[in-house]
Protein backbone atom coordinates (compact mmCIF):
# COMPACT_ATOMS: atom_id res chain seq x y z
CA UNK A 1 0.00 0.00 0.00
CA UNK A 2 3.13 2.15 0.34
CA UNK A 3 4.14 1.56 -2.80
CA UNK A 4 0.16 2.97 -4.20
CA UNK A 5 0.31 5.76 -2.33
CA UNK A 6 3.60 6.49 -3.95
CA UNK A 7 1.85 5.66 -7.14
CA UNK A 8 -1.10 7.93 -5.96
CA UNK A 9 1.07 10.80 -5.34
CA UNK A 10 2.54 11.29 -8.78
CA UNK A 11 -1.05 11.60 -10.16
CA UNK A 12 -1.69 14.45 -7.77
CA UNK A 13 1.64 16.08 -9.59
CA UNK A 14 -0.31 15.89 -13.14
CA UNK A 15 -3.35 17.29 -11.73
CA UNK A 16 -5.00 14.15 -11.47
CA UNK A 17 -6.65 12.86 -8.53
CA UNK A 18 -4.51 10.59 -6.49
CA UNK A 19 -5.21 7.65 -6.71
CA UNK A 20 -2.28 4.82 -6.88
CA UNK A 21 -2.21 0.79 -7.06
CA UNK A 22 0.03 -1.52 -7.32
CA UNK A 23 -0.65 -5.50 -8.75
CA UNK A 24 1.22 -8.27 -6.99
CA UNK A 25 2.08 -11.83 -8.59
CA UNK A 26 1.26 -14.70 -6.92
CA UNK A 27 4.58 -14.85 -5.14
CA UNK A 28 4.16 -11.26 -3.44
CA UNK A 29 6.33 -9.36 -5.96
CA UNK A 30 5.22 -6.30 -7.71
CA UNK A 31 4.40 -6.91 -11.37
CA UNK A 32 3.42 -3.29 -12.22
CA UNK A 33 1.90 0.05 -11.09
CA UNK A 34 -0.72 2.07 -12.15
CA UNK A 35 -2.14 6.32 -10.89
CA UNK A 36 -4.65 7.99 -12.02
CA UNK A 37 -4.02 9.65 -15.67
CA UNK A 38 -7.37 11.01 -17.11
CA UNK A 39 -6.40 14.46 -16.82
CA UNK A 40 -2.71 13.92 -18.07
CA UNK A 41 -3.91 11.46 -21.08
CA UNK A 42 -7.54 12.75 -21.75
CA UNK A 43 -8.52 8.90 -21.40
CA UNK A 44 -11.78 8.63 -19.49
CA UNK A 45 -10.74 4.83 -18.79
CA UNK A 46 -7.04 6.20 -17.41
CA UNK A 47 -8.00 4.90 -13.47
CA UNK A 48 -4.78 3.82 -11.75
CA UNK A 49 -6.71 0.06 -11.63
CA UNK A 50 -7.17 -0.19 -15.09
CA UNK A 51 -3.83 1.22 -15.94
CA UNK A 52 -1.93 -1.78 -13.40
CA UNK A 53 -4.08 -4.52 -14.83
CA UNK A 54 -3.13 -3.64 -18.46
CA UNK A 55 0.96 -3.52 -17.24
CA UNK A 56 0.73 -6.44 -14.78
CA UNK A 57 -0.91 -8.78 -18.07
CA UNK A 58 1.77 -7.25 -20.48
CA UNK A 59 4.12 -8.71 -18.07
CA UNK A 60 2.28 -11.67 -16.68
CA UNK A 61 1.87 -12.94 -20.12
CA UNK A 62 -1.96 -13.23 -20.67
CA UNK A 63 -4.76 -11.21 -19.59
CA UNK A 64 -5.46 -14.15 -16.61
CA UNK A 65 -3.97 -12.69 -13.50
CA UNK A 66 -4.75 -15.98 -11.42
CA UNK A 67 -3.52 -15.71 -7.81
CA UNK A 68 -2.43 -12.45 -8.26
CA UNK A 69 -3.46 -8.97 -6.09
CA UNK A 70 -4.42 -5.77 -6.79
CA UNK A 71 -3.76 -2.94 -4.16
CA UNK A 72 -5.15 0.48 -4.51
CA UNK A 73 -5.58 3.49 -2.45
CA UNK A 74 -8.94 4.21 -3.21
CA UNK A 75 -12.03 2.09 -2.90
CA UNK A 76 -12.40 0.66 -7.36
CA UNK A 77 -15.66 2.18 -8.99
CA UNK A 78 -17.93 0.23 -11.40
CA UNK A 79 -15.71 0.33 -14.23
CA UNK A 80 -12.71 -0.82 -12.17
CA UNK A 81 -14.90 -3.37 -10.52
CA UNK A 82 -15.61 -5.02 -13.30
CA UNK A 83 -12.49 -5.04 -15.14
CA UNK A 84 -11.18 -6.95 -12.02
CA UNK A 85 -13.66 -9.15 -12.45
CA UNK A 86 -12.72 -9.87 -15.74
CA UNK A 87 -9.04 -10.02 -14.99
CA UNK A 88 -9.73 -13.17 -13.11
CA UNK A 89 -7.59 -11.68 -10.07
CA UNK A 90 -7.57 -13.34 -6.64
CA UNK A 91 -7.35 -10.51 -3.95
CA UNK A 92 -8.28 -6.91 -4.19
CA UNK A 93 -6.89 -4.82 -1.14
CA UNK A 94 -7.84 -1.12 -0.81
CA UNK A 95 -7.19 2.04 1.48
CA UNK A 96 -9.76 4.53 1.56
CA UNK A 97 -13.46 3.72 1.16
CA UNK A 98 -15.23 5.82 -1.27
CA UNK A 99 -19.40 6.20 -0.58
CA UNK A 100 -20.08 8.22 -3.35
CA UNK A 101 -19.06 5.96 -5.86
CA UNK A 102 -17.40 2.60 -4.48
CA UNK A 103 -18.10 -0.59 -6.05
CA UNK A 104 -16.17 -2.95 -4.00
CA UNK A 105 -18.93 -2.52 -0.71
CA UNK A 106 -19.77 1.15 -0.28
CA UNK A 107 -22.53 2.01 -3.12
CA UNK A 108 -22.42 -1.42 -4.57
CA UNK A 109 -20.52 -4.32 -3.97
CA UNK A 110 -19.35 -5.73 -7.93
CA UNK A 111 -16.76 -7.92 -6.61
CA UNK A 112 -18.54 -10.04 -4.15
CA UNK A 113 -21.89 -9.87 -6.38
CA UNK A 114 -22.83 -13.54 -6.02
CA UNK A 115 -24.45 -13.74 -9.88
CA UNK A 116 -20.49 -13.09 -11.48
CA UNK A 117 -18.74 -15.72 -12.23
CA UNK A 118 -15.50 -14.55 -10.33
CA UNK A 119 -15.63 -12.95 -7.48
CA UNK A 120 -12.08 -11.87 -5.72
CA UNK A 121 -11.69 -12.30 -2.01
CA UNK A 122 -12.05 -8.21 -0.56
CA UNK A 123 -9.81 -6.74 1.96
CA UNK A 124 -10.00 -3.08 2.76
CA UNK A 125 -9.08 -0.56 5.49
CA UNK A 126 -5.07 -0.94 4.66
CA UNK A 127 -3.79 2.36 5.94
CA UNK A 128 -7.13 3.71 5.11
CA UNK A 129 -6.27 7.29 7.42
CA UNK A 130 -2.96 8.02 4.96
CA UNK A 131 -5.14 7.28 1.91
CA UNK A 132 -8.32 9.46 3.12
CA UNK A 133 -5.14 11.50 3.98
CA UNK A 134 -4.11 12.11 0.69
CA UNK A 135 -7.42 12.77 -1.21
CA UNK A 136 -8.71 15.44 1.23
CA UNK A 137 -5.26 17.05 1.14
CA UNK A 138 -5.57 17.05 -2.69
CA UNK A 139 -9.25 18.06 -3.04
CA UNK A 140 -8.56 21.17 -0.06
CA UNK A 141 -5.75 22.32 -2.41
CA UNK A 142 -8.26 22.68 -5.41
ZN1 LIG B 1 -12.06 3.24 -11.45
Known amino acids: MRQALYEAAQAASAGDVPVGAVVLGPDGAPLATGHN ?7 PTAHA ?13 GWRLTGCTLVVTLEPC ?29 LWDVLRDRRLNHRPEVVHGVLEDACAAQLTAFFRER
Open 37 to 43: EREATGD
Open 78 to 106: TMCAGALVQSRIRRVVYGARDEKAGAAGS
Open 49 to 61: EVLALRRAAAVFG
